[in-house]
């Protein structure tokens, strides 16, 4: 069989180090890669003797990457990946393989699987791997190299080795049981218990600021860590809540009612988080520009860097 040496390391043991990442285990990569534990082993101490440096800590039960060992498995994902794609190029053979994509939840439900399906007919030989999590753990999934590419929150800083681009700007809007459908945002607030976003996200700080913006202290009557349960509760009139826009995306037509924001309205802008180095910049420049199209097609604006963005 060819062997291919990259950095004076042997693909097959970049594969292993990854297995032996993604399961935790010498066992667990051993079944992964159709070896025994113990050339599992051989083939870590033989990297490990390639690059002059320890992987792994040994002290602990199982054996833990250390520091420079997430180094060379980030590494090791990119060489690996760009091989793969390598080969195709020259063979000829068209896009294949997992794109390993991570997304927000609002995003998920509707904008993500109608860009997948879109993606599918530019590369029909791709298949899909989506995670759903908070923007934070997502970023550092993607600096991991266990994701491609993630759609999240504009953050406070970007990590090192990662870029963001945006591709939407979405509005944060009160929404209230359709029985005070004509009421302003005022007497809502003023009239109406509260029901809070309250999670660790970017946008339950977004909703305070705008909170802040109309200038009110809300009666608290809930509160809730996931959007579709905020919907649910104001739908049944429980109360009142500040939502994305895509939030409501799937509300029944006169399930709720949504008062003008007026000026100055808080927003908050999504974009897809990679790594600047990636084999794969085609396929998700593809991704980024769907994800626009279809953001457009819901209502929602390009990005404005201009726009009011809460912290």
């Keep these: 069989m060819k062997r291919f040496f990259i950095w004076g390391m042997d693909l097959r043991q ?31 101490q033989a990297l490990e003797g390639e ?3 320890a992987v792994f800590d040994r002290a602990k ?30 063979s000829g053979t068209r896009m294949s393989g997992v794109l390993k994509i991570g997304a927000i939840r609002t995003v998920s439900m509707r904008l993500v699987p109608r860009v997948f399906t879109r993606m599918r007919g530019i590369y029909p030989d791709l298949s899909f791997d989506l995670t759903v999590e908070l923007s934070e753990r ?16 504009e953050q406070v800083g970007v990590p090192a080795g990662l870029s963001w681009a ?22 809502l607030l003023r009239e109406w218990p509260f029901i809070r976003y309250e999670t660790g996200a970017p946008l ?28 649910g509760c104001v739908q049944a009139g429980l109360g009142v809540a500040v939502v994305p826009k ?20 808080v927003t908050r802008r999504l974009g897809v988080i990679q790594r600047q180095v990636s084999s794969r910049v085609r396929v998700l420049e593809s991704m980024r520009d769907l994800l626009s199209e279809a ?12 726009a009011p963005v809460g912290d």
């Design 14 to 44: 970049l594969h292993t180090l990854i297995a032996v990442a993604d399961t935790g285990s010498f066992a667990g990569a051993a079944r992964i890669v159709h070896l025994t534990a113990s050339a599992v082993s051989q083939q870590i």
């Design 51 to 53: 690059l002059g440096v």
């Design 61 to 90: 039960r199982p054996p833990q990457l250390n520091a420079k060992g997430e180094e060379v498995v980030r590494a090791a994902r990119q060489v690996v990946q760009i091989m793969a794609e390598t080969r195709m190029s020259i």
């Design 138 to 153: 997502l970023t550092l999934d993607v600096s991991a190299g266990r994701l491609d590419a993630a759609i999240v929150a």
């Design 166 to 187: 945006p591709v939407l700007t979405e509005p944060l809007m009160l929404v209230a049981p359709p029985e005070t459908r004509g009421l302003d945002a005022a007497r």
């Design 204 to 231: 339950a700080r977004q909703i305070e600021t705008e909170l802040s913006r109309l200038g009110v202290s809300p009666r608290l009557i809930a509160t809730a860590n996931t959007m579709p349960s905020i919907i």
């Design 246 to 265: 895509m939030a409501i995306a799937d509300a029944p037509p006169g399930s709720i009612w949504c008062p003008p924001s007026g000026p100055g309205a």
């Design 295 to 306: 953001a457009a097609e819901s209502g929602l604006a390009a990005p404005d860097p201009g």
